[in-house]
């Protein structure tokens, strides 16, 4: 059975991905395919976030009893996150591409020092913690 | 289950990489003047006085400067665990190293024991306070992943360079002879191949990846190489010390110099296979740095393998080893980590909403300015290397170059932050 760190890990993998795609179309000025692409990222990263807060973070939380602690760190990123998304949205309508490629460029530090502390850290102790849990945690992850 | 020792959310306040930061490229621009004013001795042999203070005011004026600062930032970040008390340690070790690391130059340069004796007690306070904090944040840790491993073992090879340079202080500054005269080569190899090299790959496995969306580093070179240099460093070490069995220093040179190209050769191609094609010149300097590793490593070999090859060689290595992998690398993560902590903070205090992107506090063409004066610096320090007079004065005018730009660069991010900050409402801090 795959971990919660690879499976989460290879959904960053993906995100990351798409954001390339945007941010390329963008520095080459197809401002078409780089709305499509950013929308296209932007729902997948808010699948990923959703997925954390709603199944993930809840039931560590549960394990250790309390709310508090790395995943109030990590929520509090999520919330950053979702702003530069907006600003990132809201540069692709007006097609600004040096407001586009600096969020961008913002954004993606934020998003890999976020997965490095999730990757290196919190899914590992998740995987450790959690254990048979995480099976039915992954397969509701698949749908 | 309590975690007392992980806290996510821990990034130290921003004076305390960043005195670190703006210092570093004033000790280059020293480093630089000092090359001008010693000329052609600075390059007649790796150790003469000269020598020895142009390379200390680098690899601790800039080198050491930038790794502890940036550490004390990136530990709770890379391995979850604060280090205790970063602002105290960090004010100590800033004003330690800065002190000491200036009187080590003025006591090799002007032959003044007593400068070389005032630097033995400040260095030795610097590092003894941060090697002590970052060992309890390293044994704090939640989780004991490679990246763990590999900090803790930069931080070990950090304490054997302190240790080692301690001696050779001690003969510079009282006169008291080392227990082996092969420190002279232990002291920079710890330093360089160790403290330098371990760090750097160990940042590279996470920023690299991360930077350009790459591929990930191949797990066995990713967990191997830390623990490899470490064991061939020690090995080397105690060749050289001994040194009565014929070829065998020269072999593990050999080895230990293939493992850096192998290291280096490997981000490169990596780097050729990224995901992010925007020009970057934090790129741009990971690719100047990673070439004049695997080039620095190649004239290692030749050297260990062929003794009589000349000595300008070895000149050679270091200027490769330091200005062009080491200082160039050290370049390109500042350029990545001051406008970050800059966005970082600002946000904190005035909210995402109102907080300027990255690039607002530096722009993409004075960072490839930047790219282009450090590149002609490393070029014209490894030329006159090999051909000092009368190169060296074009390599200090290029070298003084590349420091002030990067002052200048970092200096307009830091107000660009100190001034959105005071427009913002006095919310937070």
Known sequence: MPSINATMSGDHRACDARFATAEGAAASGDWTQAAAEFAAFRDAMERHLKLEEEALFPAFEKHTGSAAGPTEAMRMEHAEMRDLFERLAAAAEARDGDEFLGLAETLNLLMQQHNMKEEQVLYVLMDESLGSEAESLLAALAH | ?429
């Open chain 2, 1 to 429: 289950m309590q975690q007392p020792g992980l806290k996510l959310e821990q990034a130290p306040p921003i004076a305390v990489p960043f005195r670190f930061f703006l210092t570093a490229p004033l000790f280059l621009l020293a480093a630089a003047a000092l090359l001008a004013w010693s000329g052609a001795a600075s390059f007649d042999a790796r150790a003469t006085p000269a020598a020895l203070a142009v390379t200390h005011l680098v690899t601790l004026g800039y080198m050491a400067m930038v790794m502890l600062g940036a550490m004390l930032q990136i530990l709770p970040v890379l391995v979850g665990t604060p280090v205790p008390a970063a602002r105290a340690v960090a004010g100590a070790a800033h004003a330690l190293l800065v002190v000491g690391a200036a009187s080590l130059a003025a006591g090799f340069a002007l032959g003044q024991p007593l400068a070389t004796r005032a630097a033995a007690w400040t260095l030795g306070g610097a590092f003894a306070v941060f090697l002590v904090a970052v060992a309890t944040a390293l044994t704090r840790v939640a989780v004991r992943s490679a990246t763990v491993l590999g900090m803790t073992l930069a931080t070990a090879a950090l304490a054997i360079t302190v240790v080692l340079g301690l001696e050779l202080a001690a003969m510079h500054g009282w006169g008291i002879a080392p227990p082996s005269f092969a420190l002279r080569e232990l002291h920079p190899a710890w330093g360089l191949a160790g403290w330098t090299g371990l760090l750097v790959a160990g940042v590279a496995y996470q920023v690299v990846p991360m930077f350009q969306m790459t591929p990930p580093y191949p797990p066995p070179l990713a967990r191997g190489f830390p623990v490899a240099v470490f064991v061939l460093l020690a090995a080397w070490s105690a060749a050289a010390w001994h040194g009565d069995v014929p070829g065998l220093e020269a072999t593990l040179a050999v080895l230990l110099a293939g493992g850096y190209i192998t290291f280096a050769v490997t981000t490169l191609v990596l780097q050729i296979q990224r995901r992010r094609r925007i020009p970057d010149a934090t790129l741009a300097f990971w690719q100047i740095g990673m070439a004049s590793v695997a080039l620095a490593s190649a004239v290692w070999c030749v050297r260990a393998v062929r003794p009589e090859a000349p000595e300008a060689l070895d000149l050679l290595i270091g200027v490769l080893a330091i200005v062009g992998g080491a200082v160039s690398v050290i370049a390109g993560m500042l350029y990545k980590i001051v406008p970050f902590l800059g966005w970082f903070h600002l946000q904190a205090s005035v909210g995402p909403k109102g907080a300027p992107h990255m690039k607002k506090f530096l722009g993409d063409s004075p960072q490839q300015l930047h790219v282009r004066v450090h590149l002609v610096a490393v070029a014209a320090l490894c030329a006159a290397a090999l051909w000092p007079q009368p190169l060296v004065y074009v390599a200090a005018a290029a070298l003084g170059a590349s420091a002030l730009v990067q002052f200048r660069n970092l200096v307009l991010a830091a107000r660009f932050y100190r001034a959105e900050l005071a427009r913002a409402p006095a919310t937070g801090a």
